[in-house]
């Protein structure tokens, strides 16, 4: 439920309108200034705030093992809509807590958090960024794993 959830005021009653615009730009395009972040080979991806699906997607057509997280249920359901043969997971989870994911004790090489930010206080980003540290392999890498493997 996007209820209670900070920063998600208003997308669902404006998810479709906003699924529509946000499709309409690449992945390549709205990341255009960070592709160089994105590791080639592939990874294990977090994409937080995952909104209709476009990055997560295009994520995982290049390979990466991809979990979405997206508190509002209509942008939920647009993504599976949009995109049905994507392999990427998705979580109905939020900041500042990301508690299912954390839950899963999971990590990943690459956290995206595009266009979410500025939805949070300052309170809830020091605990959003707390909780996303503690998610990077870089942080705490995967038992077994070593930190080059991505
Ligand atoms: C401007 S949209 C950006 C969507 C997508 N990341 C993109 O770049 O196209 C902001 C997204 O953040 C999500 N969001 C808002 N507050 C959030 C929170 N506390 N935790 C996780 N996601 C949140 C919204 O539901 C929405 O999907």
């Given at each position: 439920m996007s209820i209670d959830v900070p920063g998600t005021e208003g997308y669902a009653e404006s998810a479709a309108a906003l699924a529509n615009e946000w499709r309409k730009i690449s992945f390549r395009d709205h990341h255009r200034p960070v592709l160089?972040?994105?590791?080639?080979?592939?990874s294990r991806v977090l994409d937080v705030g995952a909104g209709m699906g476009r990055d997560a997607a295009a994520l995982a057509a290049m390979g990466h093992s991809v979990v979405a997280v997206e508190p509002v249920d209509e942008l939920r359901a647009a993504a599976i809509n949009f995109y049905p043969a994507s392999n990427a997971a998705w979580l109905d989870d939020s900041l500042p807590e990301l508690c299912l994911v954390r839950a899963k004790a999971d990590t990943f090489s690459t956290v995206l958090v595009t266009a979410v930010w500025m939805h949070l206080d300052e309170a809830q980003r020091r605990r959003g960024m707390g909780a996303i540290s503690d998610l990077l392999d870089a942080i705490r890498p995967r038992r077994g794993a070593s930190p080059k493997d991505g």
């Open positions: 160089h972040l994105i590791p080639r080979a592939p």
